[in-house]
């Protein structure tokens, strides 16, 4: 099956600095990216599409200029968080429809913990 | 608005005893409804897509049931192994966004 990896698998940063998750995915393109966020015992919650070569589209109440997302390859979206504060604590998920697959299969990463303190 | 409710949000089973999730959904227009499986600390694993009321689907002691209005992931003679949270989204005909429950965390003692 495709793999998609995420790194790091968590991280622990103090409050106000930057924090970069990458998603990867490893043997196949993906032009189109997702990235959500999900809280302890909560659904996850679709953050943003990221599309290869063009902006990243986001969802409602979600801050762009907070949560950026780059997509500058087939093959790697990165999502920064800038200026983290200790709300921003959450696990990061990120999926991609697989090039030449229907979109409704996603293959998900296995996640990053942020923790900010 | 695109909304889905899970039920119930915990369950526990003794090994072999069959049961049900379920998934009551309201969409728009449904592209699709998805299964997936989240062991603790991990993306979720993606089970099954349904596409239309009466479509069944499979996997091991995993049966996948659709209707208009929900779904139904049965699980026969269930293993300690099938422990999870199970999850299910569904995605509109408006575009790729998937709509996800908040699980059902699916306990399986030996």
């Known amino acids: 099956g495709a793999v998609v990896s995420q790194h790091p698998s968590w991280v622990i940063c103090k409050s106000g600095t930057s924090v970069k998750i990458e998603c990867r995915s490893l043997?196949?393109?993906?032009?189109?990216m997702f990235w959500y966020r999900q809280f302890p015992k909560q659904s996850l919650m679709l953050m943003a599409t990221s599309n290869e070569g063009s902006k990243a589209t986001y969802e409602q109440g979600v801050e762009k200029d907070k949560f950026l997302i780059n997509h500058a390859s087939l093959t790697l979206s990165t999502l920064t968080v800038t200026s983290a504060h200790p709300e921003d604590s959450s696990f990061y998920i990120c999926s991609a429809p697989r090039e030449g697959e229907s979109t409704d299969t996603q293959y998900f990463g296995p996640g990053t913990r942020l923790t900010v303190l | 608005e695109d909304q889905v409710t899970q039920s119930p949000e915990a369950l526990r089973l003794q090994e072999g005893e069959s049961s049900s999730l379920n998934c009551s959904y309201t969409?728009?227009?449904?592209?699709?409804l998805f299964w997936y499986r989240q062991d603790p600390g991990k993306g979720p694993e993606f089970l099954f897509t349904l596409y239309s009321a009466g479509e069944e689907k499979e996997k091991e002691r995993l049966k996948a049931t659709l209707t208009k209005k929900e779904s139904f992931l049965h699980i026969t003679a269930p293993k300690p192994e099938d422990s999870a949270t199970y999850l299910c989204?569904?995605?509109?005909?408006?575009?790729?966004?998937?709509?996800f429950g908040a699980g059902t965390r699916l306990f399986v003692k030996a």
């Open positions: 989204a569904v995605g509109d005909t408006g575009g790729f966004k998937t709509i």
């Open positions: 043997d196949f393109q993906a032009t189109t």
């Open positions: 969409v728009s227009g449904l592209r699709g």
